[in-house]
């Protein structure tokens, strides 16, 4: 078919089909996953709950980034405290020993008492629970694994928990977002974590609009 033979139809279908809205990979489904919070953060500045939102927020990082175990805390209004309002995909007794935890700022960047390896650009953590309190192993599922040893230089193992601090531009920090145990227990690939430090960015400054401008 030479171009004198593509009729105005032929165009339409073939641009249709190209930008289809249906994701083509998951790189394209995160995206429409992040576009889509974005869509729900409209309406819940108007009154949605905060609640519904980091559920939206947590069902990306599952569905979509394939972490099993998320939680997410924000500081207090009130006090300065931070502490955990979302916990997913833990069990009963590391979620409730997680919803009795509480930090100050202090601790939040406290690098002797929490040592981590840091990274990205948006400051993101992979801590272990091996150096830390005795008290912090009773909120990960299986505490007796914490001493297991690493299997290879790529995978995880129960100790093992990433951290991305909620900041906005100007720096303030107004919470934290922890993830662990990617599928297969591996060491995530680079544009996974890529994907959560946008996401981080994202939902802080989404937060901070709500819950902290005022």
């Given at each position: ?122 400051i993101m953590e992979l ?37 991305a601090y909620l900041r ?20 995530p690939p680079r544009r ?23």
């Amino acid at each position: 078919m030479g171009e004198k033979d593509i009729t105005p139809a032929d165009f339409r279908r073939h641009i249709v089909t190209r930008y289809s809205r249906l994701s083509e990979n998951e790189d394209e489904k995160i995206m429409d996953s992040i576009m889509d919070l974005m869509i729900l953060s409209n309406p819940w500045r108007r009154g949605k709950s905060l609640d519904s939102f980091l559920e939206k927020v947590a069902s990306i990082m599952q569905r979509e980034l394939f972490f099993r175990e998320i939680s997410i805390g924000l500081r207090d209004r009130f006090d300065g405290m931070y502490r955990y309002k979302l916990i997913k995909g833990h069990s009963k007794d590391a979620t409730d020993s997680t919803k009795r935890m509480e930090y100050t700022y202090d601790d939040m960047i406290d690098a002797a008492k929490y040592p981590a390896i840091k990274f990205g650009k948006n400051i993101m953590e992979l801590s272990s629970a091996v150096n830390e309190d005795k008290e912090e192993w009773a909120t990960f599922t299986s505490p007796s694994l914490i001493n297991a040893p690493r299997k290879s230089i790529d995978t995880l193992i129960e100790a093992d928990y990433f951290h991305a601090y909620l900041r906005i531009g100007t720096g303030e920090l107004i919470g934290f977002m922890e993830f662990s145990k990617w599928k297969r227990g591996a060491l995530p690939p680079r544009r996974i974590i890529k994907w959560v430090e946008l996401l981080s960015t994202i939902i802080a400054e989404i937060i901070w609009e709500k819950e902290y401008s005022h």
